[in-house]
């Protein structure tokens, strides 16, 4: 999509939170999200005017939802090119580790653990399925290959699926 040319001028200060698809459940989780961890290392939140998720046609529902659990209103939350009269940027390291693969910090995932469990209610009266099976979805890597087959081998044990590529 064409990027417009007109960049809005805020007043205050601006955290970056940008990164390649903040509209993407699983980046948002673990890339983009954790920078407010570090934001929050330095300074309060609410000392934070504005919040740059990336440009974006639409905010995504799960985005609200985790400021929200926040206390960080939606007119914060900013999604077309602007400048503020500050501007934070989070910069955040991912470790290699001797397999090659790069994981986010034992600090980063807390955070994000921490944030989501605060908002569910996990006790034995709770309407939560205890079998889930999640599925990446529509995705051209890391697929399951017979995920169907898995699919009907898992329905006869009462399993709720959810398709992450479904949650916007």
């Known amino acids: 999509q064409k ?8 007043k205050g200060t601006v955290a970056y939170l940008s990164n390649t698809a903040s509209d993407h459940y699983g980046h948002w989780m673990r890339m983009t999200l954790p920078s407010l ?16 998720i990336g440009y974006l046609p639409a ?3 799960f985005v609200t939802e985790c400021f929200e659990f926040l206390g960080i209103p939606p007119h914060k939350i900013i999604h077309q090119p ?4 500050r501007t934070l940027i989070a910069l955040t390291e991912w470790k290699q580790h001797t397999n090659g693969l790069t994981y986010i ?14 908002q569910l209610d996990l006790t034995d009266n709770c309407c939560y399925n205890p079998r ?4 990446r979805g529509n995705v051209q890597w890391r697929r399951v290959k017979n995920e169907s087959e898995v699919f009907e081998l ?3 044990y009462d399993v709720e699926f959810r398709v992450l590529d479904q949650i916007n």
Do not use: M, W
């Not at 602007?82 to 009269?85: A, I, L």
């Open 105 to 118: 910090d034992h600090s980063t995932y807390e955070f994000t653990r921490k944030l989501v469990a605060s």
């Open 154 to 156: 898992l329905r006869g």
């Open 3 to 10: 990027l417009p040319t007109k960049i809005k001028k805020l």
């Open 82 to 85: 602007c400048r503020g009269e």
């Open 132 to 135: 889930v099976y999640i599925t």
């Open 59 to 61: 905010i995504p529902r």
């Open 37 to 52: 961890n570090v934001y929050q290392k330095y300074l309060s939140l609410d000392d934070i005017d504005y919040f740059y």
